[in-house]
């Protein structure tokens, strides 16, 4: 079970549960009441996390005594007669109904019990032992003010039982399993069934009762000074609003009763309450505040009598049918929890929420617990826009390590948090300390492990809980390595060498964002300096790591082509953009055009569909998919980058950018892909805005002089040349005349045709559309004879396309798609699609 | 070239990290398997996997205790948390 389970869901229901407190008379299973028994269970979860003082000594589990009996009172605390009826509840061996029937006294008070109710005992015998139990601690109380009351006979015999679990809750474990030796005058008391088990309810007022004395404030240390007036008075607070004890009734934890557990106040079920308190204040108002009062939980009748609140309408059969099975389902649950209760004794749970801690504990939690920071940063200013406070984003335990949190401190452990988290880091700061004083004396403990042979450690070296990084790996370049053996040839990079270095680059951009996002404030100019030297020394590592300077035909691929074939390289490559200098950019991007034709998505382009795709093997589809995906994602990711790149520009270096790639490559086989395309359209459009547009910029009057004369002979002969190389593959550069050549036996006639669906149709239009976008842009860029023969070498294409655009089975969106695709290419030369009859 | 890749490698977990970002391989115990795209990993090889495809094999029984022949049963899952107690391994997909 979890502490945030019931943290959540509890919310919501402790609002409603005074509204339905009329239900709650005829139904022992409320939902609202559910939810509160989980609420608390939880936060009795959270308590362990949260409130224990690790090393101090334990006042949680005070427990760990072993020998010498005489600390018994101290450890059981004075009123045994409380803690027997608080500790009833966790006794819960089986879900049977009870074996005996000790129904007695209280049915005669409460409403009629169901005879199958298993919840009979406890009550009966906490009210007829109290009597006795007064009497006999009055009697000792002058001697022996903390000595075992006539009711720690009901505590004895819960202990006796032969099935009997430890109390749930992780409550005071040595107290279970140390049983005192009964006084004898507390064998006058009758002793209660063996064979009763509580009920949710029971063991919900029970732990409402022993949430109780965090209100009322009693440390242990008072309690062994009670004066037997005291006791006594204590005694008869219980006795004379015996109603409010019933365990019969859903009472809402903390109305049930306001019975003290002072022997409990120190067992850490105050702290609970506190932090309970503090997480739901509205839970401490209203019917705690009047003890007197019968609560809403009683019988209808009493209720009625008592209160005369109007009654909501009675739960449906259905509903008490639910509610019922809930019921039952959760009693089995804490059954089958309650197994386990008190395994671990309380420093067992110190040392393993110590080891937790260490886990999360970090040098640099800003960027450790990124997400942390991130989460925190939106809860946060939520929560400022809501009106409320601030906290630290990050708790600090020790020097350098700290804890990153998501989401502000204080709010989040309520008025304990402040308290909680200090004495955690505390801790961890301790443990810290510890740790790294160990490292110093045994280094080596680094390495241990390493192979995966389990070492157990020794005095000297313990096997180390915590690890702190010591020192950094040496850093691993393949790039050095490459520049060593220059000139020579090499093989391509590794599958395990990209991903390696990728994981690099990785890091160092993510060290290099941090930086960035730790700038000095403007106005320390020294700082400022230092920190721009840093990220340039940065900058200088990744570009290196990069390997974009290794020489052109080191290998093929290029390491760095290498290195954006994966997607996961792709995606950094918008990111490395940001940090890189102009000269730099315009570097890497000649060195991806001149080895553009070594990128995976060009030279493995995704085949061209076929038209029926059942026709492919599995195999052959997951990689035409993964083509696909990598295609789909160099577009998303690089080429925006490299848009950007060509956009900083002058024509001068848009020529040269396109005589390296028609001169290094096959120009037709590259502008058949779509990275391709979507190349030489940026390349060939910004020219043409350069050329077009030379008009004097005021705020970039460079611009206006790059477009001289030779710059502009220079490209018209580049384009020449490119446009010629290209001519005659043009109509291959359609994806649907590829799809078509490509196409054979009968499904050939269905590809275009009506056989395709309308949804692949348009997407193959959609491809068409970036094909007719570069040879419009071919066509503005071209010379008049040149535009004469683009018109030739596409008129076919062009023709079919308007054509099929006019054909009836053909759907109006893609009939549409197909003349604006036409129309692109023939609107720069100044013609339309509907010139064509 | 492979010693400089090497270099970096200081022990077994440091491998998954190259995987990351890519489709990976998991076998699991219960006779289940996952390929998927790795997020994230921790020292308990708790995996976080996008586009996962779960393939579990199954054998049932006859009444009369006799196992019917091994069939597969795949799902395809957005997002998916592995804890890591019941990873057995994980290696990159072959493609």
């Known amino acids: 079970m979890s502490g945030f389970f019931g943290f959540d869901t509890s919310l919501p229901g402790r609002g409603n549960s005074g509204a339905q407190g009329g239900r709650q008379q005829f139904s022992g299973f409320q939902a609202s009441n559910v939810d509160e028994t989980f609420a608390l269970g939880g936060a009795g979860e959270e308590e362990d996390l949260a409130v224990y003082t690790w090393g101090e000594g334990g006042m949680g589990g005070g427990g760990l005594l072993e020998g010498g009996d005489d600390l018994n009172d101290e450890t059981f605390g004075g009123d045994m007669g409380e803690i027997s009826n608080n500790f009833q509840f966790s006794s819960q061996p089986a879900p049977a109904p009870t074996t005996k029937g000790k129904i007695a006294s209280t049915q005669s008070r409460y409403k009629p019990k169901p005879v199958s109710d298993p919840f009979a005992f406890s009550e009966d015998d906490f009210y007829s032992s109290r009597p006795t139990a007064k009497k006999t601690t009055s009697a000792k109380a002058p001697s022996r003010p903390k000595a075992s009351t006539a009711q720690s006979g009901s505590v004895e015999n819960l202990w006796n039982k032969p099935a009997v679990s430890s109390p749930a809750w992780g409550t005071a474990p040595s107290s279970m399993t140390k049983p005192t030796p009964p006084p004898s005058a507390s064998y006058s008391s009758q002793p209660p069934a063996p064979g009763h088990i509580k009920s949710l309810e029971e063991i919900e007022a029970e732990m409402a009762q022993m949430a109780m004395p965090s209100t009322s404030t009693a440390a242990p240390t008072q309690q062994k000074v009670l004066s037997l007036e005291e006791i006594e008075k204590q005694m008869m607070e219980q006795i004379e609003p015996p109603r409010q004890a019933t365990p019969q009734q859903p009472a809402p934890p903390r109305e049930a009763t306001p019975t003290q557990v002072p022997g409990l106040a120190g067992s850490g079920y105050a702290s609970q309450q506190a932090l309970l308190d503090s997480m739901f204040p509205e839970l401490g108002k209203g019917p705690a505040a009047v003890p007197g009062q019968p609560t809403p ?541 | 070239m492979d010693d400089a890749a090497n270099s970096g490698i200081s022990e077994p977990l440091d491998l998954v990290k190259l995987s990351l970002g890519e489709r990976v391989f998991i076998k699991l115990r219960g006779d289940r398997t996952v390929t998927g795209v790795l997020h994230a990993y921790d020292a308990h090889m708790n995996v976080v996997l996008s586009q996962v495809e779960e393939t579990i094999h199954i054998v049932d029984v006859t009444e009369d205790g006799n196992p019917l022949p091994p069939r597969i049963e795949k799902r395809n899952l957005e997002m998916l948390f592995v804890r890591g107690d019941g990873v057995i391994l994980i290696s990159p997909t072959q493609q």
């Open chain 1, 297 to 837: 939980a009683f019988p209808a009748g009493q209720m009625q009598e008592g209160q005369g609140q109007p009654q909501p309408p009675r739960p449906s059969p259905e509903e008490l049918a639910r509610m019922e099975e809930l019921h039952k389902r959760i009693t089995a649950k804490i059954q089958s929890m309650g197994k386990y209760n008190n395994l671990m004794g309380s420093s067992d749970k110190d040392f393993i929420t110590r080891i937790q801690l260490s886990q999360l504990a970090t040098a640099d939690p800003y960027t450790s617990d990124f997400y942390a920071q991130v989460f925190s940063a939106l809860k946060r200013s939520r929560m400022i826009a809501e009106g409320q406070g601030d906290g630290p984003t990050v708790v600090q335990v020790g020097a350098g390590m700290g804890l990153g949190v998501g989401g502000p401190v204080g709010n989040r452990f309520g008025k304990m948090g402040q308290n909680t988290m200090t004495k955690l880091s505390t801790q961890v700061k301790k443990l810290v300390e510890n740790r790294a004083q160990h490292q110093k004396v045994a280094n080596t403990a680094a390495l241990q492990g390493a192979l995966g042979r389990v070492t157990r450690g020794n005095a000297a070296a313990p096997r180390p809980v915590l690890a702190i990084p010591t020192s950094n790996k040496p850093e691993n370049r393949p790039a050095s390595q490459l520049n060593q053996q220059t000139g020579v040839h090499r093989a391509a990079l590794t599958k395990k060498q990209v991903m390696f270095a990728l994981e690099e680059l990785y890091d160092a951009i993510l060290e290099l964002e941090q930086m960035r996002r730790e700038a000095p404030p403007p106005t320390a100019m020294e700082e400022i300096e230092i920190w721009h030297a840093k990220c340039q020394a940065k900058v200088d590592i990744i570009w290196r790591r990069l390997m974009v300077m290794e020489p052109l035909d080191i290998s093929n691929p290029h390491p760095f082509i290498s290195l954006v074939n994966p997607i996961k390289g792709q995606k950094l490559f918008p990111r490395l953009l940001r940090h890189l200098p102009h000269t730099q950019s315009i570097t890497l991007l000649s060195l991806l055009i001149a080895t553009y034709t070594q990128l995976d998505v060009v030279v493995r382009a995704p085949p061209p569909p076929v038209a029926d795709a059942s026709l492919l093997t599995k195999a052959d589809r997951l990689d035409r998919a993964k083509r696909e995906a990598e295609t789909d994602s160099f577009l998303q990711f690089v080429i925006p980058g490299v848009d950007m790149i060509i956009n900083r520009c002058g024509l001068g270096l848009v020529a040269g950018m396109l005589a390296i790639s028609a001169q290094r490559s096959e120009v037709w086989r590259v502008a058949a892909t779509r990275p391709g395309v979507a190349l030489y359209t940026a390349l060939l459009s910004k020219a043409q805005s350069l050329i077009r547009s030379p008009t004097p910029d005021p705020m970039n009057s460079q611009q206006n002089q790059q477009v001289d004369p030779a710059e502009l002979e220079q490209w018209s002969k580049t384009f020449t040349y490119f446009l010629h190389v290209l001519l005659p593959h043009l109509n291959d550069l359609f994806p649907s005349s590829v799809a078509q050549k490509a196409a054979f036996g009968p499904g050939a006639y269905l590809i275009g045709g009506d056989a395709v669906s309308d949804r692949e149709g348009q997407e193959m239009e959609r491809r068409e559309a970036e094909v007719w976008g570069f040879v419009a842009v071919l066509a503005v860029n071209a010379a008049e004879e040149d535009q004469t023969n683009l018109v030739g070498a596409l008129r076919e294409k062009i023709l079919h396309t308007v054509q099929s655009s006019r054909h009836p089975t053909v759907s109006p969106a893609r009939a549409e798609m197909k003349l604006r695709n036409v129309n692109m290419f023939l609107n720069g030369l100044g013609l339309d699609a509907s010139m064509i009859e």
